[in-house]
C-alpha cells in the first residue's frame, strides 16, 4: 500500500486549482517544479489514496480530478498529525497560514507579533519561518493565485488554533467542492 507523500498534496491541490483545465504531465510537473515521473507517482498514489479520480475519457494530467469530499476530510482532520508545521526562526519571505489571503482579513494578528512566512529570497515580508509542505510549493503558489490560497488553508490546518482551522476549512469548502468535481469515493 503507497504511502501519501507531501509532493502529493502539492500535486492534488494544483489540480484542484485547475478546475477543469488541460494540463499535459510535463506542463503540470514544471508548475510545481517536479519531473513529470514525480507528478504521475503522486497522481498514481493520490488515486489509491481516494484523494484523486481518473477519468479516462481525458488525456493529460487533467483527467485526475479532486475527489472533493475526500480531500476536504483529509485535509481537515488528518493534515496535521501527517504533516505537521514547524514553526522556525524569523526570516523574509511570503505570508502562509492566518496571515495570507484568504484568511488574513478574518484573522488580525496583535501589533508587532510576526506573521507566519515561507521563507523566500524575494519575500516582502518578515516573520516565523513555516516548513512548507512540500520545497517547491512557494514557488508554484507564486504563480497561481489559486494553489496560494489553497496552500495558505493548508498551512492554517497545520499550524491553527481551533477556530483558525474552523474558518480554513469553510474556506475550503467553498475552494474545494465544486459541481465539476467528483463527490464519490
Request: aromatic fraction near 8%; hydrophobic fraction near 45%; glycine fraction near 6%.
Amino acid at each position: 500500500m503507497p504511502m501519501l507523500k507531501p509532493q502529493d498534496i502539492l500535486v492534488v491541490l494544483k489540480l484542484a486549482s485547475l478546475e477543469g483545465q488541460q494540463m499535459s504531465f510535463a506542463a503540470l510537473a514544471e508548475s510545481l517544479s517536479m519531473s513529470a515521473s514525480e507528478v504521475f507517482e503522486a497522481t498514481r498514489r493520490a488515486t489509491i489514496c481516494r484523494l484523486l479520480v481518473e477519468q479516462s475519457e481525458i488525456s493529460g494530467a487533467a483527467r485526475f480530478r479532486p475527489v472533493a469530499t475526500n480531500l476536504k476530510e483529509f485535509l481537515s482532520a488528518g493534515l496535521r498529525y501527517v504533516y505537521p508545521g514547524e514553526i522556525g526562526k524569523a526570516v523574509r519571505g511570503f505570508c502562509t497560514a492566518q496571515d495570507a489571503a484568504p484568511l488574513s482579513a478574518q484573522i488580525v494578528r496583535p501589533p508587532g507579533e510576526l506573521p507566519y512566512v515561507w521563507p523566500h529570497s524575494e519575500g516582502d515580508t518578515r516573520g516565523y519561518e513555516i516548513k512548507p509542505l512540500y520545497r517547491s510549493a512557494p514557488d508554484a503558489a507564486l504563480h497561481d493565485p489559486k494553489l496560494y490560497a489553497l496552500l495558505a488553508l493548508v498551512d492554517a490546518l497545520r499550524m491553527g488554533e481551533a477556530r483558525v482551522r474552523a474558518l480554513a476549512v469553510k474556506k475550503l469548502e467553498h475552494l474545494l467542492i465544486k459541481p465539476a468535481y467528483a463527490s464519490a469515493g
